[in-house]
């Protein structure tokens, strides 16, 4: 097990250590069954307290990601995997997991643009533009757009994990997505310190995402870099 870099979040640090061990499940680098190091270990290479790991570990098994026996140790379930913050954010590094951050371009207020797919109830929306990070490695570009009618989004409140943004500021969780993946070419708008050029084709995610309706209330679209991201979509 590596010493992770743990990038600034609005969640606590034993929240984040939580998703990054969550992420190692998911990418099958911690596999089913198998023992995790020594507590103490385990803290020493996150550079934390003890009291602060095992509240981590005491998230993830109250999440069904752990098994914890007494006297024995502590035990992955990958069953549980879904309920993580980033369960449904789907890009890992070609190593695989990666702890996802971002850093928001703009949010505005607009008109729905002809071009987009049809979805939500409302003629406007919340346009977010962000640089994806896994770790400290920028990998992707997003655009997601939010029907008005879920609330407007708040750049001063946002947080890395939008979806959690919409369940604590906005009172809606979404509850399932559909990927379309393809390539495309990256956005004039990109970041600087994106790793691919504009204009430059590269892989390409377009998402819709649903909560509690028929129809989706979210559109997004990704330009991610295939040496330093891969799209996983994993069945269970």
Excluded at 81 to 92: G, H, K, P, T
Excluded at 154 to 180: K, M, P
Excluded at 183 to 188: E, I, M, R
Aim: proline residues 6%; hydrophobic residues 40%.
């Amino acid at each position: 097990m590596t010493n992770p870099s743990l990038p600034v979040s609005d969640l606590p640090v034993y929240g984040r250590i939580a998703e990054h061990l969550a992420r190692e499940i998911a990418a099958g680098r911690l596999v089913d069954g198998e023992r995790l190091p020594p507590e103490r270990r385990m803290s020493a290479q996150f550079g934390i307290s003890v009291g602060t790991l095992r509240k981590a570990l005491a998230e993830l098994a109250g999440r069904g990601l752990l098994r914890r026996v007494q006297g024995s140790g502590n035990y992955v379930r990958a069953d549980g995997i879904r309920d993580s913050v980033y369960a449904m954010f789907r890009l890992e590094r070609p190593g695989g997991g990666g702890m996802p951050r971002a850093r928001v371009l703009s949010v505005d207020l607009l008109d729905k643009p002809a071009q987009l797919p049809a979805f939500g109830q409302d003629t406007r929306g919340s346009r977010i533009r962000r640089l994806r990070f896994l770790g400290d490695t920028p990998v992707a570009l997003e655009e997601i757009w939010l029907d008005l009618s879920k609330g407007r989004v708040i750049e001063a409140d946002l947080s890395d994990s939008l979806y959690r943004y919409y369940q604590q500021n906005l009172g809606f969780w979404i509850a399932r997505v559909e990927d379309w993946v393809s390539v495309g070419t990256v956005p004039d708008w990109a970041a600087a310190d994106f790793s691919v050029l504009p204009g430059t084709v590269c892989g390409y995610v377009e998402r819709f995402a649903w909560a509690d309706a028929d129809s989706p209330v979210e559109f997004s679209r990704t330009w991610f870099d295939p040496d330093r991201a891969r799209y996983v979509q994993r069945m269970k």
